[in-house]
T-cell receptor, first 115, second 108 residues
């Protein structure tokens, strides 16, 4: 099993450009999440999904959109990138109803720089 | 609202013990997670507490007091490879809310 994978690993954008980050998981997990991580601020939830075809806003959703057309994929879109969106983006997935609670499994991250 | 506090940085010597505290005030509580994150890598699961008390896993232990909104992660017999950030996260509903992380530096 590959677990949670993210594409791309690195990207540099100019202000106003758009891009899509792809997250894929092969663990048949119901829940998927997108976080951003900035120095000193920990992980902040952008959007999440509790199943195929569903999405919901997290703590910092502005400037981002998401889609979950297939259970195994969760896409994060930036329609018009801004320098404030320079960050490391992590995707995570979680199974449903485990004794261990909703432990989340993280992808390797995408480092995005917006100039 | 959600508020989770942990120290920013701690330094300890190889072979010693370090205790990382986490205090939280959250609307809703299912349990508390600790994750380890090495620089440039993804967070990885360390421990989960849902009931009050101590959970021990080898060199790592985690404690929870729900009435006090308090948890700690105890790292014993520190090794150089334990130099990393340690993230406290409160589970509520389908979501985790993370603290800012504590960077632990282990010195020889």
């Amino acid at each position: 099993n590959a677990g949670v994978t993210q594409t791309p690993k690195f990207r540099v954008l100019k202000t106003g450009q758009s891009m899509t980050l792809l997250c894929a998981q092969d663990m048949n997990h119901e829940y998927m999440y997108w976080y951003r991580q900035d120095p000193g601020m920990g992980l902040r939830l952008i959007h999440y999904s509790v199943g195929e075809g569903t999405t919901a806003k997290g703590e910092v959703p502005d400037g981002y959109n998401v889609s979950r057309l297939k259970k195994q994929n969760f896409l994060l879109g930036l329609e018009s990138a801004a320098p404030s969106q320079t960050s490391v983006y992590f995707c995570a997935s979680s199974p449903l109803g485990r004794r261990e609670g909703n432990e989340q499994f993280f992808g390797p991250g995408t480092r995005l720089t917006v100039l | 609202g959600q508020n989770i506090d942990q120290p920013t940085e701690m330094t300890a010597t190889e072979g010693a013990i370090v205790q990382i505290n986490c205090t939280y005030q959250t609307s809703g509580f299912n349990g508390l997670f600790w994750y380890q994150q090495h620089a440039g890598e993804a967070p990885t699961f360390l421990s989960y507490n849902v009931l009050d008390g101590l959970e021990e896993k080898g060199r790592f232990s985690s404690f929870l007091s729900r009435s006090k909104g308090y948890s700690y992660l105890l790292l014993k017999e520190l090794q150089m490879k334990d130099s990393a950030s340690y993230l406290c996260a409160v589970s509520s509903g389908n979501k985790l809310t993370f603290g800012g992380g504590t960077r632990v530096l282990v010195k020889p």
